[in-house]
């Protein structure tokens, strides 16, 4: 028995003690019986959830703490950027830093925007058209958006053997309604890769293998 269940039932009993003699009153109501009864279970309720909240789950109170630092930290560095922009519109650090903070945050389409700015600047770098993919299709809850495609398809040129790329223009065909080839490319990357690839791992719980 854990420490808050055991104080609730020390309050329930004390509350209990306490009221027993009113339920003793020869003049006493079945009304104002309920009423005590009542009284009784509000009593224990708030009492439990109080000390459950103080006992049955002290690990979740410096959990939040640390999010909420983490957050403010994140927004501190998107105001700074900013600042950095407004002075200098073409500063990749910037960009790339405003980018990464826009992904922390699930501000998606302001991410995307923000590496497609970082994309331009340094005229394609792989990496960073990866991060714009990588924001076009969590702001679009997991689809491959067309948007998303004509960035992988560049990036199939720089990098073919990118496994990331291939498993997101597979999973395109798939949405696009072209299961047959979706499926073929997919076991075609599926053995290409090293078993303790992410993507193996990815693929593997998709189709319920672990």
């Not at 679009?140 to 199939?156: C, F, N, Q, R």
């Not at 499926?183 to 303790?196: F, H, I, P, R, T």
Request: aromatic share 10%; charged share 25%; glycine share 6%.
């Amino acid at each position: 028995m854990s420490v808050y269940q055991i104080f609730s039932l020390i309050i329930l009993v004390v509350v209990f003690i306490i009221l027993l003699p009113l339920y003793r009153l020869e003049n006493i109501t079945v009304k104002q019986r309920r009423i005590f009864s009542a009284i009784i279970i509000i009593v224990f309720c708030i009492g439990s959830f109080g000390l459950y909240y103080q006992f049955g789950t002290p690990e979740i109170l410096p959990l939040l703490a640390q999010r909420e630092e983490k957050l403010s930290g994140i927004r501190e560095k998107i105001t700074t950027n900013s600042e950095i922009l407004k002075k200098d519109p073409k500063s990749l650090k910037a960009w790339v830093e405003i980018g990464d903070s826009f992904m922390e945050t699930s501000q998606f389409a302001a991410a995307a925007n923000a590496y497609k700015q970082s994309i331009l600047l340094s005229e394609g770098k792989p990496e960073l058209i990866m991060s714009y993919v990588h924001a076009l299709i969590l702001g679009a809850d997991g689809t491959v958006t067309p948007e998303a495609k004509k960035s992988l398809d560049i990036m199939l040129i720089l990098q073919p053997e990118n496994e990331q790329v291939r498993y997101f223009l597979a999973m395109y065909k798939m949405q696009s309604g072209d299961a047959k080839g979706a499926m073929e490319d997919m076991k075609g990357l599926y053995k290409s890769l090293a078993d303790d690839s992410p993507v193996k791992a990815l693929i593997d719980r998709q189709i319920g293998r672990k």
